[in-house]
């Protein structure tokens, strides 16, 4: 039996999707860019193989006996032409003959992003595809903004706008049906949460949820920047956040979709349960009360 070959295997979203393969016993292949690290995170009992896009020794490994992909743009290659279709054309060559691709909302209308540069590819190449335009990760906010949540604010130049805030366990479940059943080919999905949310709403759940005030700031997109370059991050990082932050503060994030319910059968989960399920991630570590022996 052929395999699924899972790119971005310990992230967001291939994490889990390498996890339910995993518990339907499908064959698969997991590829990572440093194995030893990927087993350090999830376990020995997963099938990690070496993978790097940009390193095409890597290739022929990573697609022996695989016919289907799971593709996922890591977020440091934003030249797909020169970066990642080589890999495309050496997947087509050597047998793959679906690709189920994590985009992003909206990409259709915004032919200067790379994840619409990349699904022009595919469909000019013909080569059955399933294109799963997810909206804004709900994992975002247990991960890039986690510092902040636990300092009691939410720093995010979004304004008024609405998001449609989606767990990304869903999109895996929807990325794992889509790879291993048929009648998804050719087909484009807007996955979204069940609601938009304006970031005060995302603030004042997780207000109840934690039992502690959380403020949403929205500041200016210069106090925005110097707030993330202080913490280090790159002009290339902050760029990207703020073209998605603008996008809310515009209104283009808010929109939300049913496709998800008719792929899995149900509703997607709502924020407030996705903070409950996660409140132990932005919890306040306690300093060591001091020896009652001193």
Known sequence: MKQILVTGATGNVGEYVTRHLKARSYPFKAAVT???????????????????????????EALRDVDRLFLVRPP?????????????????????????????IGAQSNNLSPHRKIEKFLEKKGVPYTFLRASFFMQNLTTTHKSEIEEGELFIPAGNGLTSF??????????TVTLINPGHEFKAYDLTGPEALAYQQV???????????????????PEWIKHWRARGASWDYIMVLTAIYTTARLGFAGRVSEDLQKVLGRPAVPFERFAAEHRNVWAIKQPASPSAAL
């Open 203 to 221: 603030a004042d759940v997780l207000t109840r949820t934690l039992g502690r005030k959380i403020q949403h700031i929205d500041p200016s997109i």
């Open 166 to 175: 989606i767990d990304a366990r869903d999109i895996a479940e929807v990325a």
């Open 34 to 60: 440093d194995v030893d690290r990927a087993i350090a995170k999830m376990g020995p009992t997963y099938p990690f193989v070496a993978f790097d896009f940009e390193n095409p020794a890597t290739y022929a």
């Open 76 to 104: 440091h290659l934003g030249n797909p032409k020169k970066e990642m279709f080589p890999f495309l054309e050496a997947a087509f060559e050597a047998g793959v003959k679906h690709v189920v691709f994590l985009s992003l």
